[in-house]
Structure formats: C-alpha cells, structure tokens
C-alpha cells in the first residue's frame, strides 16, 4: 500500500482545514479513489466549496468552478466553436469541465439542456461538438453541490443523472466546538504568513496508485454476497415485510451496487485496513443508496426519508 500514507496524511490536513465535516472530507476523497462523483446537499456556510478548493491545493490537478444558474447554457461548460477570421476556419476553446476537479455549485439552478450536457460528461467523460469528440482528462472528479432550503428558481435532477453520482451526501451544521475552532483558523489565516499550515501534495501517479491499491483490497465472497442481497432487497421488496414492500417504488440499479462495493473498498482503505468487512458496507450504504431509492408517494406522504428505508434495510438484511 505504497500511495496510502500520502491520501491519509491529505485526509487529515484536509480535516485541519474542513473543521467539523469529517464526512464530507472523507466523501470526497472516496470520490477520489473510487473514480466517480459526488452530490452534496447543505445549507450555505458549510464549507461545500472551500473543502474542494482546498483538496485541489493539495493534488497535481486544475480545479473549476461553475455557479449554475437559469440563464446558463450547455456552451458555458463544455466550451464552443470560436470563428477564427484570419483563415475561416472554425477552433473549438474548450470550457470549464476540461479541468480535473469541477465544482458544480447549485446544479439544481440549471435547466434540462445544462444538465444534459453535463451528463454525458460525467458518465462517458467526453464531450461532443458538432461532429467531433473530445476526452476528458483521466483524473475527472465533478463535485455537485445543492442548497436543500431555496426550491425557488430550481430544476430537480433527473434520476438517470442522480444515478451518475457515485455518492449523494447530507451535511448539518457543525457542533460548538467546531464552530470556535473555525473561529480560530480563520483568524490565523487572516494572520501573518507563517501562521499557514502547508499543504501536503499528491501527484497524479499517487492517486492512480491508490485506485489500483483500493481494488486490490481483500474482500471475502460473503461481503460480496452481503452487498448483492442489500441492493436486491430493494428490488424484491415482499420477501421484508410491509415496512420495505409498501415503501419502495424502484429499488437499486447494478450501477448502485457496483457503486457500493467501490465505496465499501476506499472506506476500508481509509481507515488503514487490507480487507472489506460489512461494517464498511453499512458505514457508505446510505450515501450511495439515498439518491437511487424511489419512494412511493404514500411513503413520502407520511414523512417517511429514504434514509429511514434504508435504516430498515441494514437491520432486515443479515450478513451470511
């Protein structure tokens, strides 16, 4: 596990930097290793943007930043074609998603056509002009963000792109504690320079390496099956009883269990671990399940999340 000391020792300054959302830290960097995207849902002031602008100082890698709103058009993002008068010819100048970590502020401000164009880039990490394709880079990480209190004004995601996001993730807001040692660090940046922790760097090749030390990571053929029935449960509701059959509409797509088991794997080997245990499986499951479940509408009615389904799942689902 050569690269794993350099993504821990970047975990913890991240969480020096990002104080009191160790989750979102740790959803982030998962993110990283597993290769997929990440939807962050929370109230303004908690960090989002900071903490992927912050993981960007400390990689081999180019970050953007696109603050989705009504007016924005697919061009915005993927870049267009500039007519170039000297020769008439036509150059394409590529747009913002080109970069390795993209931060989609507010996605959910930007209409169908925004969304569309920001699909095919995140799930075939290409991007078509005209009758030319162009690859993304190999190191490509979209960071989504949206503010659960403002529905003014916004477009809800479909949910063949919700199923893009590796990950949808919830945050709160931070306890006392964390609340005076932000206070702290911020008032020590605002201080003289060296006050400035520095920051460790990761290199491109390092991050590959992970991904490769990740999937080589043991995982015995009962954690396998574990992950297998959780993902069928949703869908063959009635062998669970009443709580889960009249609470699910559509279950789990195969990209959902792929997805856990790629989460399972980097949270085990962020904490240090050579093997999956189901303790991983339950500690990822509801930020990859909770995008993917459709409740039906009586369920919703009755004030019923989907987190609390999935609570019901990991109890029901036993372990072989």
Not at 48 to 66: M, N, P, S, V, Y
Not at 151 to 162: H, K, V, W
Not at 220 to 239: F, K
Request: aromatic share 6%.
């Amino acid at each position: 596990m050569a690269a794993r000391p350099k993504i821990l020792e970047i975990k913890d300054w991240l969480e020096s930097q990002i104080i009191g959302q160790e989750i979102l830290v740790s959803r982030i960097l998962m993110s990283l290793l597993a290769g997929g995207h990440l939807l962050v849902e929370g109230a303004p002031g908690l960090a989002k943007t900071k903490a992927i602008k912050t993981l960007a100082q400390g990689l081999d890698g180019e970050f953007q930043r696109i603050q989705f709103t009504p007016d924005l058009l697919p061009s915005d993002i993927t870049g267009t074609e500039i007519y170039r008068a000297q020769d008439g010819s036509f150059s394409f100048q590529k747009g913002p998603v080109f970069h390795n970590l993209l931060l989609a502020d507010e996605i959910n401000r930007a209409p169908a056509k925004v969304q569309s164009a920001l699909l095919e880039a995140m799930a075939e990490k290409t991007v078509s002009v005209g009758r030319e394709t162009f690859e993304l880079p190999d190191l490509f990480l979209v960071m989504a963000t949206q503010n659960p209190i403002e529905q003014e004004g916004t477009y809800s995601l479909p949910e063949a792109q919700l199923d893009r996001f590796l990950m949808k993730v919830k945050i709160d807001y931070p306890d006392a504690i964390s609340e005076k040692n932000i206070l702290r660090l911020v008032r020590s940046e605002a201080g003289p320079a060296e006050n400035f922790q520095r920051e460790p760097f990761l290199s491109q090749a390092e991050i590959f390496k992970a991904k490769e030390e990740v999937l080589d990571l043991h995982m015995a053929e009962v954690v396998e099956d574990y992950i297998v029935a959780l993902t069928m449960a949703t869908r063959n509701t009635s062998a669970y009883g009443d709580g889960i059959e009249e609470a699910i509409d559509f279950g789990v797509s195969p990209r959902g269990t792929i997805a856990l088991d790629l989460c399972s794997r980097a949270n085990a080997y962020l904490h240090g671990k050579d093997f999956v245990s189901p303790e991983d499986v339950q500690a990822v499951v509801h930020d990859v399940f909770r995008h993917r479940l459709i409740l039906r509408f009586e369920t919703e009615a009755k004030g019923i999340s989907t987190d609390e389904i999935i609570d019901l799942l990991v109890q029901k689902v036993a372990v072989a």
